[in-house]
């Protein structure tokens, strides 16, 4: 089994900068995709940056591209969302999820992919 708890959040204006982290206990984290995703009230919930196991590919939905960027320390079992340029359209809840292995440094955006879920932390931008 895996768990996943994330910090980071919080409240911040417009165009500021945030740093959200996850701290996962997963038997062998290296090889998990990683992803965060955000649901904003009233929405369903959407991917924003995956990163593959070893670290070598990303991806990053349009509206962030540019602004965020993901990352990971396997020798410390954390995954990081470092956010720029803030919006307050990018107010919503992050989760810090875990994905099925993939064969080489691929990553996944299919929601279904992903196994493990963070508790969620709420990240506000005031205009």
């Known amino acids: 089994q895996g768990q996943l708890v994330e910090s980071g959040g919080g409240l911040v204006q417009a165009g500021g900068s945030l740093r959200l982290s996850c701290a996962a206990s997963l038997p062998a984290f290296s090889w998990n995709v990683m992803g965060w995703f955000r649901q904003a009230p009233g929405k369903g919930r959407e991917l924003v940056a995956s990163i593959s196991g070893g670290g070598v590919t990303t991806y990053y939905e349009d509206s962030v591209k540019g602004r965020f960027t993901i990352s990971r320390d396997n020798a410390k079992n954390m995954v990081f969302l470092q956010m720029g340029s803030l919006k307050p359209e990018d107010t919503a809840v992050y989760y810090c999820?875990?994905?099925?292995?993939?064969?080489?440094?691929?990553?996944?955006?299919?929601?279904?992919?992903?196994?493990?879920w963070g508790q969620g932390t709420q990240v506000t931008v005031s205009a």
């Open positions: 999820a875990a994905g099925r292995a993939t064969l080489g440094e691929r990553v996944r955006t299919d929601i279904g992919e992903y196994d493990y």
